[in-house]
């Protein structure tokens, strides 16, 4: 369930098996190799200089900008203090330029966005953003 809900990468569906195996005392195999270097949107926004007007733009502003064109979608979510929350995970079509990997010390289950380094110049493009 959390798998189609979540489109979680390799890596991360391996640390929820793992983690249950564990539980459970089975044996769990070696880690699978994560495909390509990742880094966060926050990096990668500073590091390719993206604008919004004439500030640096900021990762929920970039985020609100792939939920519009369809590469994300905001998942709802309680924060531990009770507050609604959300965060975001890309959908079919954004998993070209990312993965969704689940976040083990968050205090509630969700994803955490990355994004592919060597593709996000292409995503910057399409977005017409550079």
């Given at each position: 369930?959390?798998?189609?809900t979540m489109?979680?990468?390799?890596?991360?569906?391996?640390?929820?098996?793992?983690?249950?195996?564990?539980?459970?005392?089975?044996?769990?195999?070696?880690?699978?190799?994560?495909?390509?270097?990742?880094?966060?949107?926050?990096?990668?926004?500073?590091?390719?200089?993206?604008?919004?007007?004439?500030?640096?733009?900021?990762?929920?502003?970039?985020?609100?900008?792939?939920?519009?064109?369809?590469?994300?979608?905001?998942?709802?979510?309680?924060?531990?203090?009770?507050?609604a929350d959300?965060?975001?995970?890309?959908?079919?079509?954004?998993?070209?330029?990312?993965?969704?990997?689940?976040?083990?010390?968050?205090?509630?289950?969700?994803?955490?966005?990355?994004?592919?380094?060597?593709?996000?110049?292409?995503?910057?493009?399409?977005?017409?953003?550079?």
């Amino acid at each position: 369930m959390l798998d189609s809900t979540m489109k979680l990468d390799d890596f991360s569906k391996y640390m929820l098996i793992k983690k249950e195996g564990e539980l459970l005392m089975f044996p769990v195999p070696d880690a699978p190799a994560c495909e390509a270097p990742v880094d966060n949107l926050t990096n990668l926004l500073q590091a390719n200089n993206v604008m919004n007007g004439n500030k640096p733009m900021k990762a929920h502003a970039f985020h609100e900008i792939l939920v519009d064109k369809g590469y994300m979608r905001k998942i709802p979510r309680s924060k531990s203090n009770g507050k609604a929350d959300n965060y975001y995970s890309f959908t079919d079509k954004g998993l070209k330029f990312g993965i969704n990997r689940w976040d083990e010390y968050s205090s509630s289950p969700k994803s955490k966005d990355y994004f592919f380094i060597d593709k996000f110049l292409e995503l910057l493009k399409e977005l017409g953003l550079k």
